[in-house]
């Protein structure tokens, strides 16, 4: 079991940016995947990118495909999510996860066992 932490949300003018970590506890931390899912008020978890251990090879959601980078700093036990270009649509509060992930199930909520609490995204016109 990973403890995961998120911070860097806010609010933020159309077009800005934010970068969003999450601090993992224990030693494990390198030998999970990662995601980013997040939850706007009334709709469902939505994945947003996630990024594998060993290769790192990253995913993103259609939607923030061009905007965002996902990153990860092992040593440091950090997840990272840059984002650029935010949209208000980008406005949602913002999970971290980890877990261990297949190509045909990274963006589901399923296959990630631990989960932050959540940062929260205002991106305003």
Same mark, same amino acid.
């Given at each position: 079991?990973?403890?995961l932490v998120e /911070? &860097? &949300?806010g609010s933020v003018q159309a077009g800005g940016s934010l970068r969003l970590s999450c601090a993992g506890s224990g030693r494990t931390f390198s030998s999970?995947? =990662?995601g980013w899912f997040r939850q706007a008020p009334g709709k469902d978890l939505e994945f947003? /990118?996630?990024i594998r251990i060993g290769t790192y090879e990253r995913y993103y959601a259609d939607s923030v495909a &061009?905007?965002?980078m996902i990153s990860r700093d092992n040593a440091k036990n950090m %997840?990272? %999510?840059r984002m650029n270009s =935010?949209?208000?649509e980008d406005t949602a509060v913002y999970y971290c996860a980890a877990g261990a992930v297949t190509d045909s199930n990274y963006d589901t909520a399923l296959p990630y066992n631990d989960w932050g609490q959540g940062t929260q995204?205002?991106?305003f016109s």
């Open positions: 079991q990973v403890m /911070s &860097g &949300g999970y995947d =990662l947003v /990118s996630a &061009g905007r965002f %997840l990272y %999510l =935010l949209k208000p995204v205002t991106v």
